[in-house]
């Protein structure tokens, strides 16, 4: 079968590999109609982790059963199903407390497993013809059959229910005013579900003209930060205080304000002075144990400097972690079929998988609009 290959820092192919097996009694073999790519992939296609090439790429995957094991008892051949992109057993403390992204079986000596992603256990990617999915009964959300809303059930494996994430973990309200810091998909989803759980005011913070003029016509006040400090755009505009809550949706991938340089903390700290003493701040964007790739020797270790003194001094609370999909994913899936939900909006391209290189370059450079992309292995 066809599948994207990484082969090293910014270079990845689309090269024939083995066709997954059913190789557990609840595995479940899937004919991937839709993958999307992820601005965590980047991280590996950039070289910044330690992903070794062969691995396939691609966690966000949707499609239809084509294999099950004998011991799956919910799911039939043709059944059109979405994964988190989280693997989970369903069974270990943390699945039956919820923590799905922090599985204790699926990655033996780390909380946690993924699809195609480095350290995340062995569990090949979907941008591929096929995907084995094990757990199957657990991990696989069915959809309604056909081809309808694919490109808003696609999202529901990763930057749907992630941007919800980071409202959960920043507790956001109805009649609350929100900071989200990053207009990428992942912070786009965090805005859009705000304005979901009713947030009266919400601002994308961003300087790529693409993703503020999403964040526009969705009902999002943008700030491009290329324009002045962020924080005091934010507090002009919701009357020279700050906001309830702050949402981080970059990571330490962030950008300095005034230099084209990476400067990881930056986010962290501009959110503590954004968001009024006493709220909350919400961190699904991704912060990792170590970056080889980090602008000085405390970011490779995985240490930002971060005002953790003015965090105490204004009594804010925060929440931080990788998303635990299942949580949200059924709900999110019946608003999209309901039509209260359509989180498409945020998908560029949809390219047939041969296309994947092209698009991971275009991708990682922000060009020509490539906000979100979906890849067709079908098509």
Not at 263 to 289: C, D, F, H, M, Q
Request: proline content about 7%.
């Amino acid at each position: 079968m066809k599948a994207v290959v990484y082969k090293g820092p910014f270079e990845v192919a689309v090269e024939e590999v083995e066709k997954p097996k059913v190789q557990h009694p609840n595995d479940v073999i899937v004919r991937v109609t839709s993958t999307a790519i992820c601005g965590s992939d980047l991280h590996m296609y950039e070289g910044r982790t330690a992903a070794e090439p062969g691995i396939v790429f691609g966690h966000e995957n949707l499609g239809t059963v084509e294999e099950t094991g004998d011991g799956v008892t919910s799911l039939s051949p043709g059944d059109r199903v979405v994964m988190p992109f989280n693997v989970a057993c369903g069974f270990c403390q943390n699945c039956v407390k919820g923590f799905t992204g922090f599985c204790l079986t699926v990655n033996p000596g780390f909380a946690g497993g993924a699809y195609g992603y480095v350290a995340m256990g062995p569990w090949p990617g979907g941008q591929a013809e096929y995907l084995r999915v094990p757990y199957a009964d657990f991990n696989c959300l069915k959809l309604p059959p056909g081809n309808s809303q694919e490109s808003d059930f696609i999202l529901l494996a990763d930057i749907f229910p992630t941007g919800y994430h980071g409202n959960e973990l920043a507790q956001v309200s109805p009649g609350e005013s929100v900071a989200v810091y990053g207009g990428g998909p992942v912070g786009l989803m965090a805005a859009y579900s705000a304005l979901l759980r009713g947030a009266r005011m919400v601002f994308v913070v961003d300087r790529v003209l693409e993703r503020l003029q999403k964040a526009e016509e969705m009902g999002a006040i943008p700030i491009n930060f290329a324009d002045g400090n962020p924080v005091e755009q934010i507090k002009e505009k919701a009357g020279g205080q700050g906001t309830d809550k702050g949402i981080d949706a970059v990571g330490y991938q962030a950008q300095a304000r005034t230099e084209d340089r990476e400067e990881p903390a930056t986010v962290l700290n501009s959110l503590v002075e954004t968001v009024r003493a006493t709220g909350a701040l919400g961190i699904p964007g991704l912060y990792v144990p170590a970056d080889p790739g980090g602008p000085d020797e405390q970011a490779k270790r995985g240490m930002l400097l971060v005002g953790i003194g003015r965090l105490f001094e204004k009594g804010l609370r925060l929440g931080t972690g990788q998303c635990n999909v299942k949580r949200y994913n059924r709900q999110l899936r019946d608003m999209i079929i309901e039509g209260r939900a359509k989180p498409s909006f945020v998908v560029s391209h949809e390219l047939p998988l041969t296309q994947a290189p092209d698009a991971y370059d275009k991708f990682d450079k922000r060009i020509e609009g490539y906000t979100k992309v979906v890849l067709h292995p079908q098509m």
